[in-house]
């Protein structure tokens, strides 16, 4: 396993993070378990969740990833290896439409969220702690004092954001900073090797697109985690065609090469996807789920590939 720090101060943590949002839903919790356990044992330390996974799976209520992590990390007793990351603000409103309404980002709801996260994952702190999206309805001021409230009060120790573009990263950070607060040290966005068409629509999710790019570039402080990185087996599963938006022009010149350099490597696309993201200029942590222990042990042989300049070169440059 590899290993980086996220952001200049923040918590070391393994070069993949493991996505849980599956875990006590679609994954079943002996399964979850055997793939928590592969990746601890493979040095794993970074696993991240959020207090509403899954709630759109039938039965769901959303607090059956923590609550599962939360058991694991009790028989295990290995709280003090992990980083620890869950989110807040994009849980459903009960009896209201979403995503129309959530949980949001309010003081009271930064502090009720983390007191109920930290109770279902049985521990006094979250490494990192997320805004899973914007809110609209709330100042960024008082989100950023009530997250600087529960670093103050040690409940927890990094602060980032999810689904929010440069520029409202940029004015929360500038306002932390005049505050003398923490600011978001990670953003976790959707990322991966091909490009969402112009204008493709993903709803609440933000892709990291070429104007965060540039930001994350000129400020080495920041670290982006980039969830979906596989696009749900897109990439390698005739059963799982691209979305829409990814199913442009360009994908097709993109994949042709992504295939190219996998047969030239021995690798498999997806483990390539994954060595083009942990390569990249910008320090990018990708986020891989899985379903079963083998779908682990394919992301972990990316840590081992290294593409040569030639080959990163051919994929960056496909269009």
Not at 11 to 27: I, Y
Not at 53 to 71: K, N
Not at 99 to 127: K, Q
Not at 237 to 260: F, I, T
Request: proline share 6%.
């Amino acid at each position: 396993m590899h290993y980086r720090s996220l952001g200049v101060d923040g918590p070391s943590a393994s070069a993949l993070c493991l996505g849980a949002m599956t875990f006590g839903t679609t994954v079943d919790e002996e399964t979850a378990t055997a793939i928590l356990d592969r990746f601890t044992e493979a040095g794993g330390t970074f696993v991240d969740t959020s207090n509403n996974y899954a709630f759109w799976a039938d039965g769901a209520d959303g607090f059956e990833s923590e609550e599962l992590l939360g058991r694991w990390i009790a028989r295990r007793g290995n709280r003090e290896e992990l980083v620890l990351a869950t989110k807040l603000g994009a849980r459903p409103v009960p009896g209201l439409p979403f995503p129309e309404h959530m949980e949001g980002l309010s003081a009271r709801a930064v502090r009720e969220a983390a007191e109920g996260s930290l109770r279902r994952l049985g521990t006094d702190r979250l490494d990192l702690y997320y805004a899973h999206v914007t809110d609209p309805a709330t100042p960024v001021e008082e989100t950023m004092g009530a997250f600087a409230a529960l670093v103050a009060d040690g409940k927890a120790t990094a602060l980032g954001c999810s689904n929010h573009s440069a520029a409202e990263l940029d004015e929360a950070n500038r306002l932390a900073a005049e505050r003398g607060w923490p600011g978001y040290r990670c953003i976790q966005q959707r990322h991966s090797y091909l490009r969402p068409r112009p204008g493709a629509d993903f709803g609440i999710q933000k892709h990291a697109d070429e104007a965060l790019l540039s930001h994350l570039a000129q400020r080495p402080e920041l670290t982006l985690l980039a969830y979906s990185p596989l696009l749900g087996g897109s990439y390698c599963r005739p059963d799982r065609p691209l979305r829409e938006g990814y199913a442009w022009p360009e994908a097709k010149a993109r994949l042709a090469v992504l295939a190219e350099v996998a047969e030239e490597t021995g690798a498999t696309v997806n483990q390539v996807v994954l060595a083009w993201l942990l390569g990249h200029p910008v320090p990018t942590v990708p986020v891989v789920g899985a379903s079963s222990v083998a779908q682990l042990e394919e992301s972990l042989g990316a840590l081992d590939l290294v593409l040569d300049e030639e080959q990163r070169r051919r994929l960056d440059d496909a269009a």
